[in-house]
C-alpha cells in the first residue's frame, strides 16, 4: 500500500497481507525489539513534506527517558518546561509510525503550552516500526500484535515514572492520540478513570476487535466511559463511517462523562499530521484550540 493509500481507502487491520498468529503474541512476549527511539520520521511516512512543522527546544528540557514497566524498559520522548515547578502531565500517544520526529515534535508543542509531555514508544515489544518502508508491513507484522492490555499498563508506567520524576503533578494528567493513538485515547480513558481528559484525533471506533488482544472496539464501551472525551473526527474518513460517529455519540451521551464528538467537514484522515497530504492546516488549527480549551476546562 502507498503512502497516499493511506486515508482514502479502508485497511482490513484483522486480515493484514502478512498471517499472524496472535494470541501467542504481545504482552506475553518477553523481550524488546526497541530500546531506543528512532531518529527523524518513519521511513514509510515518507515523502515528508516541506510544510512539516518543527518546534524548537528552546526553555524546555527535551530528549529521550526510559520507562520502566512490568517486564523491563521502553524508551520515551519527554518535553517539559525548563526550571522549577511541578507540570500537569501529557500523555501523547503515536500514530501507527510509533514516536517519530512528528510525535515528538506535538510533544515540543504541549511542553510549550506549559505540560510534561511524554510519548512512550508503544509498539517497543512487537518491533520497530521506523525502519519498515511500507504500511501493510507495520500493519501487519507490528500493529496487529499489539494488546489493549500492554497499552494500558504501559500507560500506567508513563504515569508512574512522571510522578517519580519530581517535575510532574500527575493528579492533573490528559492523554492526547493520532490515529491509532486515537482509538487508544478512548481505550485508556475507560481504564483509568482518574485521567482528567482525553483527547481523540480520528481514532478508528470499530473494526479492531480480536480474540485475547482486543476484545472490545470503543463503540462497544462507551457508555461505560467516565472520564471526559473529546473526539475530533474527519467528514471524509474512509476508516471511520460517518454513522459509526452518530452511534458513537448516543453511547456516549447514555454514559455522562461529558464527552464530545466533533466532525471536521471536507477534511480527510490525519488532518492533523503536517508532514503527510492529508494536512489540513484550517483543520489543524482550530482543531487544537479545542483540545487546548478541552484541557483546560477539565483542569489538565
Known amino acids: 500500500m502507498k503512502l497516499m493509500d493511506y486515508g482514502r481507502k479502508p485497511i482490513d487491520f484483522n486480515h493484514p497481507a502478512t498471517s499472524a498468529d496472535q494470541t501467542n503474541a504481545g504482552f506475553s512476549r518477553r523481550g524488546f525489539v526497541m530500546t531506543s527511539l528512532a531518529s527523524g520520521f518513519a521511513v514509510a511516512s515518507n515523502p515528508v513534506l516541506a510544510q512539516a512543522i518543527t518546534t524548537d527546544s528552546k526553555g524546555l528540557v527535551a530528549g529521550e527517558v526510559s520507562i520502566p514497566v512490568a517486564d523491563g524498559k521502553i524508551p520515551a520522548y519527554r518535553a517539559m518546561p525548563a526550571g522549577t515547578g511541578k507540570f500537569p502531565v501529557m500523555l501523547v500517544v503515536q500514530e501507527i509510525f510509533g514516536v517519530h520526529e512528528h510525535i515528538k515534535d506535538m510533544c515540543r508543542r504541549y511542553a510549550k503550552m ?55 503533578d500527575a493528579r492533573r494528567s490528559g492523554l492526547v492520540g493520532y490515529c491509532w493513538g486515537g482509538r487508544t485515547a478512548w481505550v485508556y480513558a475507560r481504564h483509568n478513570g482518574k485521567l482528567n481528559a482525553a483527547v481523540a484525533y480520528y481514532g478508528l471506533l470499530e473494526g479492531l476487535k480480536a480474540p485475547e488482544l482486543r476484545p472490545q472496539d470503543p463503540i462497544d464501551f462507551a457508555g461505560e466511559i467516565k472520564v471526559p472525551v473529546l473526539g475530533l473526527y474527519s467528514g471524509i474518513d474512509a476508516f471511520v463511517k460517518q454513522e459509526t460517529i452518530a452511534k458513537m455519540r448516543g453511547q456516549i451521551n447514555q454514559g455522562g462523562s461529558g464527552s464530545e464528538i466533533v466532525v471536521f467537514p471536507n477534511v480527510d484522515h490525519g488532518f492533523n499530521a503536517d508532514y503527510r497530504p492529508s494536512y489540513d492546516k484550517a483543520a489543524a488549527t482550530y482543531a487544537q484550540k479545542l483540545a487546548s480549551d478541552w484541557f483546560k476546562k477539565y483542569r489538565v
Open 114 to 168: 506549559g505540560y510534561y509531555a511524554i510519548a512512550p514508544e508503544m509498539f517497543a515489544r512487537q518491533g520497530d516500526v521506523s525502519k519498515m518502508t511500507d504500511i501493510s508491513t507495520i500493519l501487519s507484522q507490528v500493529v496487529s500484535k499489539v494488546p489493549d492490555a500492554q497499552v494500558c499498563a504501559d500507560l500506567d508506567a508513563t504515569l508512574a515514572f512522571a510522578r517519580a520524576s519530581g517535575h510532574a
